[in-house]
T-cell receptor, first 113, second 115 residues
Framework: GNSVTQMEGPVTLSEEAFLTINCTYT??????LFWYVQYPGEGLQLLLK?????DKGSNKGFEATYRKETTSFHLEKGSVQVSDSAVYFC????????????FGTGTSLTVIP | DTGVSQNPRHKITKRGQNVTFRCDPI?????LYWYRQTLGQGPEFLTY????????KSRLLSDRFSAERPKGSFSTLEIQRTEQGDSAMYLC?????????????FGPGTRLTVL
């Protein structure tokens, strides 16, 4: 079946530190991979996505590369800001399951000045 | 386009009561999904529609849960005889089926508290 395993938090970093949040997946078929972000009091927002192996998704300084050989989609940012404080969710979808999303448990990030 | 909207945003009810939530998707989207999110967890898929057809409902949590999308536009999720374990955030998302690997757009959610 399909599942996502995500690095547990919470994660606390100082401003300008390097961020990595690990995400690995199990999927039947060929999944698309996503990172969603949930800021305090707000709904889920798409951060970035990748739809095939070796694709790199990027947005707002965040990047993640679809690694089929290691079934991973780790999120990285070179220099975090206080405004990046949020909960980050890794997710996958496959066309053969109606593109329903399978989410990880989420990683809470707090960036301190 | 104002995005996906959900009403109410918060619902407090007593155990045993029925509740109904509404979701209005992005107007040009033909797929609509319902998820449940409990504290400290990621969203969990419940059911989805393509137009008015409910294509997957085996993941609904029990027969107390039902969903409709009568005209292929808005959708309702009903929980009958609520239990304290039903307390959670209920999320709705929409997408366009023509974007085979596209993202889903999420609403702000309805937070249910069962006393």
């Amino acid at each position: 079946g399909n599942s996502v395993t995500q690095m547990e938090g919470p994660v606390t970093l100082s401003e300008e530190a390097f961020l990595t949040i690990n995400c690995t997946y199990t999927a039947t078929g060929y999944p698309s991979l996503f990172w969603y972000v949930q800021y305090p009091g707000e709904g889920l927002q798409l951060l970035l996505k990748a739809t095939k192996a070796d694709d790199k998704g990027s947005n707002k300084g965040f990047e993640a590369t679809y690694r089929k050989e290691t079934t991973s989609f780790h999120l990285e940012k070179g220099s975090v800001q206080v405004s990046d404080s949020a909960v980050y969710f890794c997710a996958l979808s496959t066309p053969n399951t109606g593109n329903q999303f399978y989410f990880g448990t989420g990683t809470s990030l707090t960036v301190i000045p | 386009d104002t995005g996906v909207s959900q009403n109410p945003r918060h619902k407090i009810t007593k155990r045993g009561q029925n509740v109904t939530f509404r979701c209005d998707p992005i107007s040009e989207h033909n797929r609509l999904y319902w998820y449940r999110q409990t504290l400290g967890q990621g969203p969990e898929f419940l059911t989805y529609f393509q137009n008015e057809a409910q294509l997957e409902k085996s993941r609904l949590l029990s027969d107390r849960f039902s969903a409709e999308r009568p005209k292929g536009s808005f959708s309702t999720l009903e929980i009958q005889r609520t239990e304290q374990g039903d307390s959670a955030m209920y999320l709705c998302a929409s997408s366009w089926s023509g974007a085979a690997r596209g993202e889903q757009f999420f609403g702000p959610g309805t937070r249910l508290t069962v006393l």
